[in-house]
């Protein structure tokens, strides 16, 4: 596999679409921090030991935190947890002065930690996070491999298990990939497109075969339903 | 004057106006009804301003300013859809809501904002015709001596206006006095019934003579008349004026927005202002009436509604479900924290919660049901109606008058008509009357062939009778000698009476007594050409004019007409040159149409006094003296061979009075005039009865009412179409049969079934007493019903059509409970079917009978006043805005300016805007479940949660924006073939009447193609771009991209549909379709770049994340296609192999291009 080889990490079962963990979230607080103070939307994240949490929500608190770490035999690689997100959100959604505060200090804690030292926008597994997925089973980027992958290669993922998947049974997947002009490796939108080509040349070759059979001239004025009337009569 | 619009009071149709009156109210004046008092030229008195009658501001807005916004926001919210949508935003408030609140309202505000706009502007348009009338000037006594200038809203009942010549009167008033002397007026009513004709007004003999400033000043006068309503040729009152009692007639009434014409100037008395005037009391909003297609969408709307409900309350059940599952401990899931949740998602109190989220659901799907369908509808219908009314085939050139699309939401029911019930005179015929044949002391005159004998003599193996041996004999003319110029309302040629001739006939004094009633009789005014000394007629029917131009033709010329005396021309055979004679006019007893007949009785020059008398032959001859039959049995031969020939027929009668008998006579007849009540009407005609008898008969005219053109050819197309006609006239059984015949309703081939009391034995009958007639004549209709319907069920199928013929006494009883349905079988298996003989009232009745029981729509079309009913009760009612007034047109939906061009009305708009109509619904309905049902599949995979698959502003912005004006260029200009293959094919009509592009089956079909379009894109979208990396960058997609590529889909899908299914594409369509679709991209940049506190999902997924990556474009094409591909499949299937009429006749079309 040449570079950039995708880490992925594919979760399933898990309602990330769930209403009320989408909108338990709060963009003000993400862009403005702590001067931002209405939290009410991020419920029941917005607050711990009467302080504000930043960043507030189910979505954030419940952070994906396993990670993972690829060894070959010339040693640990390096994984690049940086430019995981995209640009709009670095830069726009998320405060570059903006420092987590308070975070997972509840009695119950979620998912992942934060480094309260460094601003919202660099923590791009968070950023990631937070970009909901679509459907209950869903991959996010988790890094990015910068070195090539020999064929046969023997790559041994030591991987931290923290995030609990159990309580509601979903299984936990790492993925690598790499990608071209069309995204990842993509065999639906092949398929499919074969398949409806095909589907059209069947349907023509039917259509034809039923014409040959059974012939009509098009336009014959004498199908009409008054000529067959009066025909008839 | 070619074109000119006259009133028609048809002398042989029954009673055009109302007739019927309250029951009397007391004696003399006052009671209930006639409780009026006016006191002339004191308003300010304090008995007047006690009474308190409303000033002559007027007002015609449905709003004022107060009230505008509650009222009008009333009649937004009696729209289900729009209570519903209603309901929804202020319930998105609550935490409930998937989506913000005001992404729900916006819509809301802009359908209901536009509807209530749209009103506005209609409503301030009517205020400002309001200001400008009643900012009218008119000239005011001021009670002294002079009068002053004031606005129209200032005046008061009782107050004294001097109007000038070619002002409107500005209120009701009683004529006094004008610039004549002999004190009368012109006016002219356009603005009241349309008519263009001059009407005479005569003023009380007592004041004409209130001629200067000054005779006011001691005016006083004390009028009782009937309360204000609505009947514009009725009016009963009585003036007291220096101690005497005048009665008041119409005669004396100036109607408000009539106009003076011909007269320098007339004063007269207020008497009702603003809405207590006629004209107000007129102006009554029509019955509304809805079309079957839009009641079916209503029926539609509900269906959506309970699939709304459904899909809501499947969606609650599986979130209670799943909800509860969460508390056990296999399913806990802790990221949503099921220990801490809020009411809507508290696992432990799961109803509730499956409650709650069952009203979210409905606000998420609340794009199921189509809140722009009503105002895109109305727009759709309104943009019709400006094609009909602008279509130059639908114009006529002589009258200047277009089609007029009087109401915007019948256009589709014109392509599902299934029956036309017509009215003959002036409907399928001119109405514009011509002398063409007379009977003169039992002699035949008049060599010209009438169009329905011509139709007759050409084809038909129609029965002979022995009357039809000509009556006249061959010898005594030849009329081919002779070019003329032609002259209007005269097409009588017979050399024996032309030229003077006629008296070298045996006969001459029967003939100059004839021509002499035929100048005298009549109630026409002589407008005399200053140039060229022509004379030229104004009369109330174009009979009379007819009659009087006639009688000019053979040397009677009518000249000059005062209130007392009619002058003519005439030919003196003993002198041998013209005379001027002048006859002094007693009396006029008036043509009404129960009286069926009117009556004049002069004084000659020699002091003779002559009653003379025109009307209906059955009236006439019931009235005969005994030495006046001399003439009656050849004159009804000739009069039932002209009818025969589908001419009009009166008989004509003099009488010779004493002046004994005549001054007993006219006092009584004084007294009945100035009787103040309710049934002074019954009176006068009762006096009149008295001197109307013992006529001694003259002869007989007969006119004819020319056929108008392309009438055959029209009842041939629309008989093609398979649409059924039915006449409804009040003509005579022979004239309406040689009318069939002429204009082709009538065939030979056609079986005739005459269903008539008008036999013999009946007659015989009719000695009995009251009650056993009754029955009688009920069991004889019956028995005629039941005969004839078993002879057609047994012929039907194998010898073809049937003609049914009934007149107007058997259709009371035909019409009757118990014989209704049996008529209607009858009636429904009979290809065409006249009624002759018919009155206003049972035309109504039949159109009803037919509309009810044959639960299709029937269209009625006629020209008078007589047709009123029938035109409000049909489903379509179109009125011919040509010769007779305008009620009819009032009363309309539709007015055309002739018969002939309802086959275009009918056949292609009516085609096209059923077909446009049916095929918008049907894909509003599609488009609304495509878009509705992908939120239902994606809801389905998000816990059913209420999660919304797309950005709130996406969803708001569907139906307003991305696809609304295309679904709208469907409705206005889609076609599936042009109009000349509409009317070369004209059984495309049957796609209407059989409702196939708007049938139970198709409407589901559509619904299913929304369904399974819903399926192909969310199941397409999400597999082709979901899991794996998005782009080169690796990046995933969330829901933020799933929504944008799914959307995309959509709006590609539904435009592209749209796009399929057109038959006709112009530029606009191009720039419709394409542009919505070009502006959702539009959209997104736009959106895109707002912050993302405001765009939320939507920041910057068009141009970072979706646009530069292959696969999202990639997945939009594969994904389009293939939702598309059902519906394609579908209709080419059907197109290929199961075609319908359409789908052939456009073949036919390409393949003869």
Not at chain 1, 153 to 179: A, D, M, R
Not at chain 2, 488 to 500: P, Q, T, W, Y
Not at chain 2, 518 to 538: K, Q, R, W
Request: aromatic share 12%; proline share 4%; charged share 20%.
């Amino acid at each position: 596999m040449k570079a950039p080889i995708y880490i992925y990490y594919e979760l399933d079962n898990y309602y990330q679409n769930h209403r009320r963990f989408v909108k338990s979230r709060n963009d003000k607080q993400l862009l403005y921090g702590l001067k931002y103070k209405d939290t009410s939307s991020c419920k029941p994240e917005e607050s711990s030991n009467g302080l504000p949490i930043v960043p507030c929500g189910l979505i954030a608190w419940s952070l994906f935190n396993d990670s993972y770490a690829f060894v070959r035999d010339r040693g640990e690689m390096n994984v690049n947890r940086k430019n995981i997100a995209w640009k709009s959100d670095r830069e726009h959604k998320f405060g570059k002065h903006v420092y987590p505060f308070n975070f997972q200090n509840g009695t119950l804690i979620g998912g992942g930690k934060l480094d309260p030292s460094i601003p919202l926008s660099d923590q791009e597994d968070l950023i990631v996070w937070m970009r909901t997925a679509a459907l209950p089973t869903f991959r996010k980027l988790y890094g990015i491999i910068e070195e090539d992958i020999d064929a046969d290669e023997i790559i041994t993922v030591h991987l931290v298990n923290n995030y609990n998947t159990y309580s509601f049974g979903g299984k936990k997947k790492i993925v690598l990939t790499t990608s071209n002009w069309l995204g990842g490796k993509n065999g639906f939108l092949g398929m499919a497109y074969i398949a409806i080509g095909t589907s059209f040349v069947l349907i023509s070759v039917l259509f034809a075969l039923i014409h040959v059979k059974y012939p009509r001239p098009r336009g014959d004025p004498t199908y009409l339903s008054w000529n067959r009337k009066s025909n008839a009569s | 004057m070619p074109g000119k619009r006259r009133r028609a009071l048809h002398l042989c149709e029954m009673g055009s106006f109302p007739c019927a009156r309250p029951p009397p109210a007391g004696d003399g004046g006052g009671g209930a009804g006639y409780s009026r008092v006016v006191y002339c030229n004191d308003p300010g008195c304090p008995e007047a301003t006690q009474l308190d009658y409303p000033g002559n501001a007027i007002s015609t807005t449905r709003y004022t300013v107060a009230n505008f916004i509650p009222k009008s926001l009333f009649e937004q919210f009696r729209r289900v859809a729009n209570v519903f949508f209603l309901i929804v935003g202020i319930v998105s408030f609550s935490p409930l809501a998937p989506y913000r609140a005001v992404s729900v309202l916006l819509p809301l505000i802009v359908v209901v904002g536009a509807t209530m706009i749209k009103e506005a502007f209609e409503d301030w348009r009517r205020k400002k015709q309001d200001i400008e009338v009643n900012n009218r000037k008119v000239q005011v006594y001021d009670g002294t001596r002079a009068f002053y200038q004031t606005e129209w809203k200032k005046l008061r009942v009782g107050d004294i206006v001097k109007v000038e010549k070619d002002e409107f009167f500005p209120a009701d008033l009683l004529f006094l006095s004008s610039s004549f002397d002999d004190g009368i007026c012109y006016v002219e009513t356009m603005n009241l019934d349309g008519e263009t004709n001059l009407k005479r007004k005569q003023c009380l003999e007592v004041t004409t003579t209130l001629h200067n400033e000054c005779s006011f000043h001691k005016f006083k006068a004390l009028i009782r008349c009937e309360d204000p309503n609505e009947k514009l040729y009725s009016f009963i009152g009585t003036m007291q004026y220096q101690g005497a009692q005048y009665p008041l007639a119409p005669q004396q009434i100036l109607l408000r927005d009539s106009k003076l014409r011909n007269t320098q100037h007339i004063y007269g008395v207020v008497i009702f202002t603003g809405h207590d005037t006629k004209v107000m009391q007129n102006a009554m909003d029509p019955p509304s009436k809805r079309s079957n297609i839009e009641r079916r969408m209503d029926k539609i709307v509900y269906v959506l509604f309970s699939g709304l409900v459904l899909i809501a309350s499947t969606g609650s059940i599986f979130f209670g479900i799943k909800t509860k599952g969460e508390i056990s401990d296999r399913n806990y899931r802790w990221y949503i924290r099921p220990d801490k949740s809020s009411i809507y998602f508290d696992p432990s109190r799961v109803a509730l919660a499956a409650f709650f989220h069952f009203l979210t659901s409905l606000m998420l799907y609340g794009c199921l049901i189509p809140i722009s369908l009503y105002i895109s509808i109305e727009i759709v219908k309104v943009l019709q109606s400006t094609f009909i009314n602008q279509d130059r085939e639908m114009y006529c050139e002589e009258t200047d008058k277009p089609a007029c699309a009087r109401t915007s939401n019948l256009n589709e029911e014109l392509g599902q008509v299934n029956t036309i019930l017509s009215d003959k005179t002036g409907t399928l015929t001119c109405n514009s009357m011509e002398f063409v044949k007379c009977s003169i002391g039992g002699v035949g005159y008049g060599s010209g062939l009438s169009e329905a004998e011509e139709a007759v003599r050409r084809g038909s193996q129609y029965e002979s009778s022995e009357l039809k041996d000509p009556p006249i004999s061959s010898e005594g003319y030849n009329c081919a000698a002779v070019t003329r110029k032609s002259v209007k309302g005269f097409n009588f040629k017979d050399d024996r009476l032309m030229n003077r001739q006629w008296i070298k006939e045996p006969q001459s004094d029967v003939i100059q007594k004839f021509f002499r009633i035929l100048a005298i009789c009549h109630t026409a005014i002589p407008l005399v050409n200053n140039s060229s000394g022509d004379i030229s007629y104004e009369a109330e029917s174009p009979d009379e004019a007819a009659f009087v131009t006639a009688a000019r033709e053979l040397g009677f010329q009518f000249y000059e007409r005062t209130q007392t005396s009619i002058s003519l021309h005439e030919f003196d055979p003993n002198i041998g040159r013209k005379v001027d004679r002048t006859y002094k006019l007693l009396n006029i007893l008036e043509f009404s149409s129960t009286r069926k007949r009117m009556s004049v009785i002069v004084k000659t020059e020699e002091d003779q006094l002559l009653l003379f008398c025109k009307g209906a032959d059955s009236v006439i001859f019931e009235r005969l003296a005994k030495n006046g039959q001399e003439f009656e049995a050849k004159t009804k031969c000739h009069i039932n061979y002209y009818s025969e020939a589908g001419l009009r027929t009166l008989a004509i009668a003099y009488r010779k009075l004493s002046v004994e008998e005549y001054k007993k006579w006219h006092e009584e007849f004084l007294l009945a005039k100035s009787s103040v009540n309710a049934d002074r009407d019954a009176i006068v005609d009762e006096t009149a009865e008295k001197i109307e008898r013992d006529l001694i008969l003259v002869g007989a005219t007969a006119v004819e009412d020319r056929l108008q053109k392309g009438v055959p050819e029209c009842i041939n197309k629309l008989a093609q179409a398979g649409i059924k006609i039915w006449i409804l006239t009040g003509d005579k059984l022979e004239t309406a049969i040689n009318i069939g015949y002429a204009c082709q309703v009538l065939r030979k081939c056609m079986k005739q079934i005459v269903i008539t009391l008008d036999t013999p034995d009946i007659d015989a009958l009719k000695k009995g007493e009251n009650n056993a007639i009754e029955k009688a004549l009920h069991e004889s209709v019956a028995k005629q019903i039941r005969d004839a319907h078993s002879q057609v069920s047994v012929l039907k199928g194998s010898s073809g059509l049937f003609a049914l013929i009934i007149d107007g006494n058997s259709l009371a009883f035909a019409l009757s409970r118990s014989l209704e349905n049996l008529f209607l079988d009858l009636a429904v298996d009979c290809a065409f079917v006249i009624c002759c003989r018919t009155s206003p009232k049972q035309k109504a009745l039949v159109t009803r009978l037919v509309k009810r029981s044959t639960r299709k729509t029937t269209l009625a079309i006629g020209d008078g006043a007589n047709d009123v009913g029938m035109l409000q009760e049909a489903d379509i009612g179109v009125g011919i805005s040509g010769v007779e007034g305008m009620q009819a047109v009032m009363s309309s939906d539709f007015a055309i300016a002739q018969f002939r061009f309802l086959e275009r009305l009918l056949l292609v708009h009516g085609h096209w805007c059923y077909r446009r109509i049916a095929a918008m619904i049907c894909y509003f309905f599609y488009k609304n479940i495509t878009f509705g049902f992908i939120l239902f599949w994606f809801e389905a995979h998000a816990f059913f949660s209420g999660q919304p698959a797309y950005n709130d502003w996406y969803i708001s912005f569907y139906n307003v924006a991305f696809t609304s004006l295309p679904v709208i260029a469907l409705g206005v200009f889609d076609k599936d073939v042009p109009s000349r293959i509409c009317l070369k094919f004209p059984s495309l009509h049957q796609d209407g009447v059989h409702n196939i592009f708007f049938s139970w089956p198709r409407i589901l079909g559509w619904m299913l193609n929304g369904v399974c379009s819903s399926v192909i894109i969310y199941y397409f979208t999400t597999s082709a771009i979901l899991q794996q990396p998005f782009n080169k960058d690796g990046h995933g997609a969330g829901t933020d991209i799933l929504g944008a590529a799914m959307y995309t889909c959509v709006v590609w899908t539904v435009n592209c549909q749209l796009a399929l299914c057109l038959g006709y594409f112009t530029w606009i369509h191009h720039v419709f379709i394409w542009g919505s679709i070009f502006f959702w991209y539009i959209f997104l940049i736009i959106y895109g770049s707002f912050p993302p506190t405001i765009s939320t999902t939507a920041y910057r997924v068009f141009l970072e994340a979706c646009a530069p990556s292959p696969l999202y474009w990639l997945s939009t094409l594969f994904v389009v296609i293939s939702a598309l591909l059902p519906y394609f499949l579908y209709s080419t299937f059907q197109r290929t192999f199961f075609p319908k009429y359409y789908n052939i006749i456009q073949s036919v079309r390409l393949e003869n291009h």
